[in-house]
Structures are given as C-alpha cells and as structure tokens.
C-alpha cells in the first residue's frame, strides 16, 4: 500500500519469553512531517534484551510500553521528506524510530549518521558504548589483567572482549555451545572460551581457563554465572554487572550465594546504564571507530528479515540464537 507506515504494538504482556503472540500489526497512513519534524524509512531496527523488560509489567529505571503502543527501538533509517533545515530526503539517520517502517520524528531526536549506517546499531552504537564504559570506567581494567565475559559471543560480549585484548588483557569468555566457543578464539581473539552448556562444573571450568583468578567479570547473564565467576574472584577484583538475561524471563530468581566472598577479596560489584556516560558518547565513539579503522576491533552481525520477524528475533536472544548483535532488516 503506498504511504502506509507498517506498524507492531504491543498486544499482550508476557509472563515468560516474549514473541511474535505477545505484537500485533496494524498500518497507518504515514503523517507528513511539520516543521522540526522529519519523516523516515526505516531501513533496520535492533533487537535488545532489555526490550523484554520494557514490555514488563514494572520495568524498573525506564517507562514502561503500554498495550497498544508502538514497539520502542532504536534503528537507522532514511530521511523521505524533511521539515527541518538539518535534514535533507535520502540523509541517513539514527533515532528511536521504534519498529515501525515509515515514522514521523521531532528532528531534535534524530542524530546524522557519518560512515557505514550498519556500525551505528552496534560497534558505534549503544552496543559498543556499553562494552567500552561499562569495561573501561566500571571495570577500570589494566594491562596484563584477566577479564572474564559473560554472554561472550552476543552484541556486546563479542566488543568487550576485543577491547580486553586491545589493552592487553587476558581475555576468557563463556558463551553457549561450541561454534560460538570457537567464534570467540578465533575471529574475535579472545584467549580461551568456556562451553556453559557443556560443562557439569561452570566454577571448575573457570578455574582452569583463569588458573590465577579472575580480575574483571563483565557480566551479561546474571545467575549462576555471576555465582560462580565471584568464585573465582582475585582480591581487588571488579564486578560489572551489565545485564542479567538468565534472570530476565525467568519464572523464579536465583540467589546469588556467593557474596559474602567479597568481604575477603575487597572486591566490587558494580552495575551501570550506558545512558549514565551520555555526556562522553563521542569520546567512547572516536576510541571504537579508531580501533575498527586500524583493524583490531569488529563486529558481527546477525540480520534477519522483514519488520514481521521482529517479535521472533526478540525471542531469539533468549533461546541464544543470535550470533553477534542481532538486527532485522526492514528497508532497502
Ligand atoms: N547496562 C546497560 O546499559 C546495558 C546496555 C545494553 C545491554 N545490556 C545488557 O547486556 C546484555 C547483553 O545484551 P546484548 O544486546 O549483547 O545481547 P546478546 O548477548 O547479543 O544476546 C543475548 C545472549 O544471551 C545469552 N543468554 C540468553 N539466555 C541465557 C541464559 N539463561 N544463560 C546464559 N546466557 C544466556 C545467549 O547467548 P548464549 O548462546 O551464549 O547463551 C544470547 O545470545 C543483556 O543482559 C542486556 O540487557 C545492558
């Protein structure tokens, strides 16, 4: 249908794993663009974890989406038509375009995009800005340390290790099953991987891929993964706790046992939103495109097709589908 913009909202709250149940699609005519507004095609969407927590009842530190409301996301689009002289039809922007193919935004909530639109939804996006704050300014790593990952071959896992390795850590990350493990040691070169899937004991088997212990843990997984990476802990180690998708859905939480193991190691335990860092975006950005320019720093990335596969592909990243930072494509 021409000047149709394609829409999903929320249709039900989940209680377990989101999906395609969970949306529905309508379509609307596209608004034209007042002044200060700009209207898009959307070209790709990203897929997050923490999407899952939006749609929950009581998300904590950001609104909540309400049934009806269109699926908040972020994503690259197309200028089509232009209210605001900043813009120009067929610039190529970033903004919370949501999943939606052809939304009308105020332009004070769009952002240009310089260089390749597809490092935007994750390297130089907020993918890559987590990896970089959360290990440099809330793990405070050095050279020659050990740093442990958690969710190590996802989005951002896969960053923060080669940033561990571009300081000169020893870099082990823990991802599920033996293609990602092999994905980590090799293309992304990380020093050691662990199969959490294939292992009886997760604590032996960071003992012996960390023999002296563990300065770092950036956790993606929560869990008992961060149960058994406190384990491994060296005195003065550091915690960041960035996400905790193990806990995220689950039906009962775990109990993290391990805590009273901090008082002996004088170790910290911190969380952080990448938000937090907002102010110092261009710097964390100038680092990471520099380390992708000279060669030392990539990333994958796992697109799937169609705005309609949206809802399946957030299911993706709970079922550890996704390899890399995982997009859906919605234009040309
Ligand atoms: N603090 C912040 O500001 C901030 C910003 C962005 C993201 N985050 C958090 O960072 C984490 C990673 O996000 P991402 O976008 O990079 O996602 P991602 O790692 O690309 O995808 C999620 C991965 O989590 C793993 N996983 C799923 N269920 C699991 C379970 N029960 N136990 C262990 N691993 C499980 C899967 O990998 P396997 O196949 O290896 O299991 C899956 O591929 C999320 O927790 C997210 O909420 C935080």
């Known amino acids: 249908m021409q000047n149709a913009n394609r829409r999903l909202v929320l249709a039900a709250r989940p209680d377990g794993f989101a999906g395609p149940e969970h949306f529905a699609e309508d379509t609307v005519a596209v608004r034209a663009p007042a002044a200060g507004e700009v209207q898009l095609e959307t070209l790709y969407v990203s897929i997050d974890p923490a999407m899952r927590v939006w749609i929950s009842e009581n998300p904590g530190y950001v609104p909540r989406i309400e049934i009806g409301d269109v ?25 919370r375009v949501g999943w939606q193919t052809h939304p009308t935004l105020a ?7 310089p260089g390749d639109p597809l490092d935007w939804m994750g390297l130089l996006g907020m993918t890559g800005l987590t990896a970089y704050f959360g290990l440099k300014d809330v ?8 740093v442990l990952v958690s969710g190590a071959a ?3 896992g896969q ?12 870099v082990v990350g823990i991802a599920g099953g033996p293609e990602k493990c092999a994905i980590l040691t090799g293309e992304l070169g990380f020093d050691a991987a662990i199969d959490y899937k294939a292992e009886p004991d997760l604590a032996a088997a960071i003992a012996r891929e960390c023999p002296g212990g563990v300065d770092v843990f950036y956790d993606n997984v929560g869990g008992p993964t961060l149960d058994a990476a406190i384990g491994a802990l060296k005195i003065g180690g550091r915690v960041v706790i960035c996400g905790r998708i193990s806990q995220t859905a689950a039906a009962e939480l775990y109990g993290v046992r391990n805590l009273g193991l901090l008082i002996g190691r004088r170790a910290r335990i911190e969380g952080f939103v990448v938000t937090d860092f907002a102010a110092r975006f261009a710097e964390g950005r100038a680092w990471l495109a520099a380390q992708r320019d000279a ?5 994958r990335v796992h697109v799937i097709n169609g705005l309609e596969s949206a809802p ?8 550890g589908e996704n390899q890399g930072k995982l997009v859906v494509k919605v234009g040309e």
Request: net charge positive.
């Open 71 to 95: 699926m908040r996301a972020f994503g690259i689009a197309r200028v089509a038509s232009s209210g605001d002289p900043r813009f120009a039809k067929g610039d190529f922007v970033q903004a």
């Open 312 to 319: 399946a592909g957030l299911g993706m990243l709970f079922k």
């Open 295 to 299: 060669g030392r720093l990539h990333q």
């Open 159 to 170: 960053v923060v290790g080669q940033i561990a390795h571009i300081e000169a850590c020893r």
């Open 107 to 113: 332009a004070r909530d769009i952002e240009p995009l």
């Open 154 to 156: 996802g989005a951002v």
């Open 139 to 146: 793990g405070r790593i050095h050279p020659g340390e050990t």
